[in-house]
């Protein structure tokens, strides 16, 4: 009877062993399948970290690029400035001599205006001198004539 018991709890006990190994081996196939999982996400997320690192890097380098050409840009701007600032110096330099050269040109045009005058006072008090001349010389003429010729006085 005690053996019957016992072969019956040897049964139970195998019985109830091989269910808790079957459970155990089910559960380490579970858990090797998380494994492979977890692996698997574990390997995406590095492929994208090494994604991310590379782009970072591509990043990285054209950020730089764009202040080597920002520190070109503002120092070819700096220089573009200064020629400007020239520029304008001498357009204001040539304002000043155009100014004074209308100044002199307007002084000489006057000048001249008033010296051209001056010769058409003269030029007409000439004339009248000549008239006046001829005058008093034809006037000489007629009122005595004197003998052996004729003189003629010319002016010109």
């Not at 009877?1 to 040897?10: H, S, V, Y």
């Not at 070109?72 to 100014?99: G, H």
């Not at 000048?111 to 008239?131: C, G, H, I, V, Y």
Request: hydrophobic share 30%; net charge positive.
């Amino acid at each position: 009877d005690l053996q019957i018991r016992m072969e019956e709890a040897e049964g139970g006990m195998l019985k109830g062993g091989k269910k808790a190994l079957s459970k155990l081996e089910q559960r380490v196939r579970e858990l090797e399948s998380e494994l492979d999982a977890e692996q698997r996400r574990h390997g995406e997320t590095q492929k994208n970290t090494r994604k991310a690192d590379r782009r970072l890097k591509e990043l990285s380098f054209q950020a730089d690029e764009d202040k080597k050409n920002h520190d070109k840009l503002n120092e070819l701007v700096e220089k573009l400035q200064a020629k400007i600032k020239t520029y304008k110096r001498q357009v204001e330099e040539v304002e000043e001599i155009a100014a004074i050269n209308l100044t002199k040109y307007r002084k000489i045009q006057q000048e001249l205006e008033e010296t051209e005058e001056r010769a058409d006072s003269a030029e007409q008090a000439l004339q009248k001198m000549r008239t006046k001349n001829r005058s008093s010389v034809s006037m000489a003429r007629g009122g005595s004539a004197a003998p052996g010729g004729s003189h003629s006085i010319s002016m010109s």
